[in-house]
């Protein structure tokens, strides 16, 4: 991970490129962003429990799909997620991971070999950017991508299908929209439940418990022109919120923005 | 068209009818509204204009899908909608007709045999019946269902595309929703272009020109709940205001609720 490397990644990020030169990036040291990387290819949340969450993790995916879209889960002990891309290794494939212990973070790091155990599951799940390449494919605006940033996220006061100890306020991204492409907003995040699907409100914050001036860790943009309606969809940071609550003694997950690059085509999610 | 067969139209309702069934009623005699009969069937808003005015009309159409749903054009002179329904007779099979001259509204008619000619020809057009039962079927709850009554109407200040003497601005229809069912009556709606498909505006009325107290020919309800957002949807009026702009010497059309009943299933309709 010395400078070198680090300026082949960068002069890497000009060009598309292939999944699996991505992760090789990533593996070679690369440690930004991946948003833009191996467009048209579905990038995925990451959350890695001790087996004895598994379950309950695992029920509380299947009861809550719109913040929850599993795309995948490892067999136990096991770093291969062979169903999205053959040589991955979840231990070196992301830019940078998080480190949560009793439910509290507490580092960043860009390996996780060290931590690595045979007790340890791993469990991927669809992402916004999915839908949000889908939107920019559909001529549909979002100023905040033009800028570089990301969505506004907001705690709701929305209570989670509980699963034994994880349990949460369901978390949701915002996006503003022209009334017109709110409508086709909608219909294209629609044709993607794997990546939250459509979204869960429209209009007025305050009906969802949300107040847009207070955003969830400051994440992301809360501007709103006067002609358009905030939509809510939920987000992939609601489970990191119910293992802050579960409290599981080691939680690794990827750090914002920096996700595992799979080799599932965004396209072959939609649903019609 | 005595009492007698008033009386036997009135108990029929009780029961679902086939498309056959009801259009050998409204021959019968049957003069009320074709709203909840046949449930299950296509009914379609009827345009009947001198040849002279069927191409731009055809035109017009075609360049305003939203609000003219063409399902079916006849052949000049034909009273056959040989594709809606094997003995359809357009001349008779309507409850009731509104007669237009130059434009303007003339007469109330329950047949059209004294006025046609093989000059005249016939379209068939999608009605919002076909997507407020799909709505329903949705389990998305509208009031003014509940009481009988039918979507507010609304003149925008849309421009359609005009095509020879045919221009109208958008005529809509407004159905309130709470939020969470506002994204599903956008999906539901969505999955039926051939019958206005999607709404085409959601939220502040002004946007498009339309103050909610001014409803269009006094038609429908304008309630609204502090909770709920205005959908308004393209409505089959708008060819209407298009006839009145156009001013053929001759123009009949279905009154207001009294359709033809086809034997087009509305689940046919459904793009997916």
Redesign the interface.
Known sequence: MGQGSTQAASAAVCTPATPAEVRAMIRDGYTGYTGGKAPGYVQANICILPKDYAEEFLLFCQRNPAPCPLLERADQGSYRLPRLGKEIDIRTDLPRYHVFRDGVFCEEVTDIRDLWSNELVTFALGCSFSFEEALREAGLPMRFMDRGGVAGVYQTDIETQPAGRFHAKLVVTMRPFA??D??RA??VT?RFPNVHG???????PA?IGVDLSRRYRDVGSDEILP?E?PLFWACGLTPQLAVANAKPPLCITHAPSSMLVTDIRNASLAS?
């Open positions: 009334p017109a709110a409508i909608i219909q629609s459509a979204p869960v409100h429209i209009g007025d009906a002609y309606l019609f």
